[in-house]
């Protein structure tokens, strides 16, 4: 191994040890004491009393009310007195751009070598994780409860449980999923080959399955960065259930809810401009009549 790959991989196991505090409270779920590089600092006033002090870094963080990432702040950081160790506080963030939408984070903290410390989660509201998009929860009707349970459980960390309730509503839902892309499929005027394979390809059992079955391409508008959706379903879905450790349960569910979601959304999309056109088209027309 030469000099550089050592170092990069001590920085890996450096970085995977300790957090910033931004991306403690960005990405870390509640119920986990982590490790934080830049927890604190000495504060001096102008007469020269110190405290420690705790500054609440700006996040990136989902907004509901703007229905994307904004960058939250938070108003009141927190002063210590110097022979503090532990300490816990709420503090609120507020989304910069709509000002309404709020984020609060309750939090335990013990004060380590300058500038570090460890940071417990006990909460956050809205919860931790951005929600499940609408437009995915209406496509698993009455199975929608459990694809939010498995995404509760991806919250708190849970790989085997989201997995398993991700793998439920995926297969219960196989026919749903292709009949969308089927549809999708006909308003772009997709090759009839792809078309037919998806509807072959329907008739099979489990999902997995299903998508071995399919040859052709898909459309481009539905590609994930360039890549076959289906194909990383397929993938991540394959995953057993029974060798792999909790983390990597985790990762394929998290894979399994990313590749969903941005597929219904393109498939919303596709449509969408599809709509769009079609009524500019027949406005061109009326217009040449
Ligand atoms: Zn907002």
């Not at 403690?24 to 934080?36: A, I, Q, W």
């Not at 002063?79 to 984020?103: A, I, P, W």
Request: hydrophobic share 40%.
């Amino acid at each position: 191994m030469g000099d550089t790959e050592a170092a990069a991989e001590k920085i890996e196991v450096q970085s995977a040890a300790t957090i910033s505090l931004k991306e403690f409270l960005e990405g870390t779920h509640p119920s986990v004491l982590k490790e934080v590089s830049d927890l604190w600092d000495i504060h001096v006033n102008s007469s020269a009393y110190k405290r420690k002090l705790i500054t609440l870094p700006d996040l990136r963080l989902h907004c509901a009310k703007c229905e994307g990432f904004r960058t939250f702040r938070c108003s009141s950081n927190q002063f210590l007195d110097m022979d503090t160790t532990v300490t816990e506080f709420n503090s609120r963030y507020k989304c910069g751009d709509c000002h309404e939408q709020t984020k609060l984070f309750s939090l335990y903290v013990k004060f380590g070598q300058r500038p570090a410390g460890e940071v417990y989660k006990y909460g956050e509201l809205p919860p931790f994780g951005i929600p499940v998009p609408n437009k995915v929860l209406r496509l698993f009707g009455k199975d929608a409860n459990l694809f939010q349970k498995g995404r509760q459980c991806e919250n708190l960390g849970y790989g085997v449980a989201a997995f398993s309730y991700y793998r439920r509503v995926v297969e219960n839902h196989k026919n749903d999923i292709f009949e969308e892309i089927i549809k999708v499929c006909r308003t772009v005027n997709a090759p009839t080959a792809i078309i037919g394979e998806l509807q072959k390809a329907k008739k099979e059992i489990a999902f997995t399955k299903a998508i071995e079955a399919i040859k052709s391409a898909l459309p481009q508008g539905l590609l994930t960065n360039g890549h076959n959706p289906l194909l990383a379903l397929h993938g991540a879905l394959s995953a057993g259930l029974h060798d792999e450790s909790d983390e990597e349960c985790l990762a394929a569910a998290q894979a399994v809810r990313l590749v969903l979601t941005d597929l219904v959304e393109k498939i919303a999309t596709l449509k969408q401009d599809n709509r769009e056109l079609n009524e500019a088209m027949q406005l061109l027309l009326k217009k040449k009549s």
